[in-house]
């Protein structure tokens, strides 16, 4: 009788759920993000509980129900640490084609987790040409209910995270109206929703036209419905219009909420005055073109002799570089702390171009440093989980940067050294023309195999007493210096 109810338990035991959370496929790819390799690394945050150590099983497909002939299945996967899975695709996708992605835990007992779902574009071409457009500047913003209508034309905002939120609507519909403060020309407009959830979401829109702020026509073209994203890129047959009007008719939720608006006008950005001399020009890669950092007074004390222009990343392109009067000795792209799936990284096209194919001396740091890799493939460079954000009080925790392969770059810096680190996402591919230079626990420095381009995660240029990289930038300039004086 004991050994029967001794059984019993043990079977009630065995037979007890194992809850297994499912993984969190919000880093990237994450939701309609547009993938620029058709071999795409996978990585997405871990799930928790169940018994031993978790694998992961992950699918894509064409089809939402994932059981088409193009179905691709990756099982047994690791976890790389405590916060990340990744997964690099093996074969080649079809390109400009929407794959879902699906991924599920499985612990060491063969309990499983729920699938979680996302979905992405495949698109080869996306990032390959300047865009050429420019952004349209709006003078005045007003709403038809809730607060804070400026959040909509927020630049400044690093991360995109302000937002307006109309008042729960009832019987009225809400909208949003832009004066542009004249007779513009607009062919595009970037939206973005709710970046944390799908509550806000529009679900069917219009944008309408005026000259005078008083009669409305509907923008064929911009009559969305069924939307189920937060991210809508609407291009348009070109407007003149001062006016522009957001006519919102569903959402979900209980009131629209919109983080960013910008509008674009089909046209090249004004080539820049330049400094006379030598010079570094540096590319501002954060939301409102500036560089996160104060690179541009750093250089200017370094005794080098450099002065410094500094143009936003939306405002450069390969063509308006080989038009500069004057060309620069080197180029820096800059920081950026926002979050990139929530920005419009079309507007990069012109970074991306001129990677590959300029001949200048050119470093990129943090940001920049990542839109080295962003160049060969966007989802090679994902969120770390966590953020690198090291201070004096808190060196025992900054894991030191090895220097793995002995480069000019590097002349007079401790090997390993301390560097300041700002930031949370960081390369997780090396592109095949780049080669590791220097590492922590992840990617720290690349170089360009054949072309005079360097990658640098940290940051040499901040001014802390513990940083032991402020020689990477110095060296990079005078090694950029030597060149042109050769």
Same mark, same amino acid.
């Given at each position: 009788?004991?050994?029967?109810?001794?059984?019993?338990?043990?079977?009630?035991?065995?037979?007890?759920?194992?809850?297994?959370?499912?993984?969190?496929?919000?880093?990237?790819?994450?939701?309609?993000?547009?993938?620029?390799?058709?071999?795409?690394?996978?990585?997405?945050?871990?799930?928790? @509980?169940?018994?031993?150590?978790?694998?992961?099983?992950?699918?894509?497909?064409?089809?939402?129900?994932?059981?088409?002939?193009?179905?691709?299945?990756?099982?047994?996967?690791?976890?790389?640490?405590?916060?990340?899975?990744?997964?690099?695709?093996?074969?080649?996708?079809?390109?400009?084609?929407?794959?879902?992605?699906?991924?599920?835990?499985?612990?060491?007992?063969?309990?499983?987790?729920?699938?979680?779902?996302?979905?992405?574009?495949?698109?080869?071409?996306?990032?390959?040409?300047?865009?050429?457009?420019?952004?349209?500047?709006?003078?005045?913003?007003?709403?038809?209910?809730?607060?804070?209508?400026?959040?909509?034309?927020?630049?400044?905002?690093?991360?995109?995270?302000?937002?307006?939120?109309?008042?729960?609507?009832?019987?009225?519909?809400?909208?949003?109206?832009?004066?542009?403060?004249?007779?513009?020309?607009?062919?595009?407009?970037?939206?973005?929703?709710?970046?944390?959830?799908?509550?806000?979401?529009?679900?069917?829109?219009?944008?309408?036209?005026?000259?005078?702020?008083?009669?409305?026509?509907?923008?064929?073209?911009?009559?969305?419905?069924?939307?189920?994203?937060?991210?809508?890129?609407?291009?348009?047959?070109?407007?003149?219009?001062?006016?522009?009007?957001?006519?919102?008719?569903?959402?979900? @939720?209980?009131?629209?909420?919109?983080?960013?608006?910008?509008?674009?006008?089909?046209?090249?950005?004004?080539?820049?005055?330049?400094?006379?001399?030598?010079?570094?020009?540096?590319?501002?890669?954060?939301?409102?073109?500036?560089?996160?950092?104060?690179?541009?007074?750093?250089?200017?004390?370094?005794?080098?002799?450099?002065? =410094?222009? =500094?143009?936003?990343?939306?405002?450069?392109?390969?063509?308006?570089?080989?038009?500069?009067?004057?060309?620069?000795?080197?180029?820096?792209?800059?920081?950026?702390?926002?979050?990139?799936?929530?920005?419009?990284?079309?507007?990069?096209?012109?970074?991306?171009?001129?990677?590959?194919?300029?001949?200048?001396?050119?470093?990129?740091?943090?940001?920049?440093?990542?839109?080295?890799?962003?160049?060969?493939?966007?989802?090679?460079?994902?969120?770390?989980?966590?953020?690198?954000?090291?201070?004096?009080?808190?060196?025992?925790?900054?894991?030191?940067?090895?220097?793995?392969?002995?480069?000019?770059?590097?002349?007079?810096?401790?090997?390993?050294?301390?560097?300041?680190?700002?930031?949370?996402?960081?390369?997780?591919?090396?592109?095949?023309?780049?080669?590791?230079?220097?590492?922590?626990?992840?990617?720290?420095?690349?170089?360009?195999?054949?072309?005079?381009?360097?990658?640098?995660?940290?940051?040499?240029?901040?001014?802390?007493?513990?940083?032991?990289?402020?020689?990477?930038?110095?060296?990079?300039?005078?090694?950029?210096?030597?060149?042109?004086?050769?």
């Amino acid at each position: 009788m004991i050994l029967i109810t001794l059984l019993l338990f043990s079977c009630a035991k065995d037979s007890k759920k194992v809850d297994i959370t499912k993984p969190k496929l919000t880093n990237n790819p994450s939701w309609d993000v547009i993938c620029t390799n058709r071999k795409p690394l996978l990585s997405f945050f871990i799930s928790r @509980g169940g018994i031993g150590a978790r694998s992961y099983r992950v699918q894509l497909d064409t089809d939402s129900k994932f059981n088409s002939p193009n179905l691709v299945e990756y099982k047994n996967i690791k976890e790389l640490n405590e916060f990340l899975v990744e997964k690099r695709v093996e074969k080649p996708l079809i390109n400009k084609t929407r794959y879902y992605f699906r991924a599920k835990a499985v612990d060491s007992k063969g309990n499983e987790s729920k699938w979680a779902y996302t979905r992405f574009y495949i698109n080869t071409d996306s990032n390959k040409k300047f865009m050429n457009l420019v952004r349209a500047k709006v003078q005045k913003a007003t709403v038809s209910t809730g607060e804070n209508p400026k959040n909509l034309e927020d630049l400044d905002d690093p991360g995109q995270v302000s937002f307006w939120q109309a008042a729960p609507p009832g019987p009225i519909k809400p909208w949003a109206i832009f004066d542009l403060g004249k007779l513009t020309q607009i062919s595009r407009i970037w939206m973005l929703a709710n970046i944390n959830k799908d509550n806000g979401w529009l679900i069917d829109f219009v944008w309408e036209k005026s000259l005078d702020g008083k009669t409305w026509q509907a923008i064929e073209d911009a009559k969305i419905e069924n939307n189920d994203t937060f991210r809508n890129i609407i291009d348009i047959t070109p407007i003149n219009t001062r006016f522009l009007r957001l006519k919102i008719n569903h959402f979900r @939720g209980v009131a629209p909420l919109l983080n960013c608006i910008i509008f674009y006008t089909p046209t090249e950005p004004k080539v820049p005055q330049t400094p006379q001399g030598k010079y570094v020009l540096l590319i501002g890669d954060q939301m409102n073109g500036g560089t996160f950092t104060q690179l541009a007074p750093y250089i200017e004390t370094l005794n080098l002799g450099l002065k =410094t222009l =500094t143009i936003p990343h939306y405002e450069i392109s390969l063509d308006i570089l080989n038009k500069l009067k004057n060309r620069p000795t080197a180029i820096i792209l800059s920081g950026n702390n926002a979050d990139y799936p929530n920005l419009p990284m079309y507007e990069y096209n012109g970074v991306f171009e001129i990677i590959k194919n300029t001949d200048i001396p050119l470093l990129g740091v943090c940001a920049g440093h990542q839109m080295l890799a962003f160049t060969y493939g966007y989802s090679f460079v994902r969120s770390m989980g966590w953020e690198a954000l090291s201070a004096l009080e808190v060196l025992k925790q900054i894991t030191p940067i090895r220097i793995l392969i002995e480069d000019p770059i590097f002349k007079g810096m401790k090997n390993p050294f301390i560097a300041p680190e700002i930031h949370g996402w960081s390369v997780a591919v090396i592109p095949k023309d780049f080669e590791l230079l220097a590492e922590s626990t992840y990617i720290q420095c690349i170089k360009h195999k054949d072309k005079f381009i360097y990658g640098s995660q940290f940051h040499p240029e901040v001014e802390v007493s513990y940083n032991e990289g402020k020689k990477y930038m110095t060296n990079f300039l005078q090694m950029a210096l030597d060149r042109t004086n050769n």
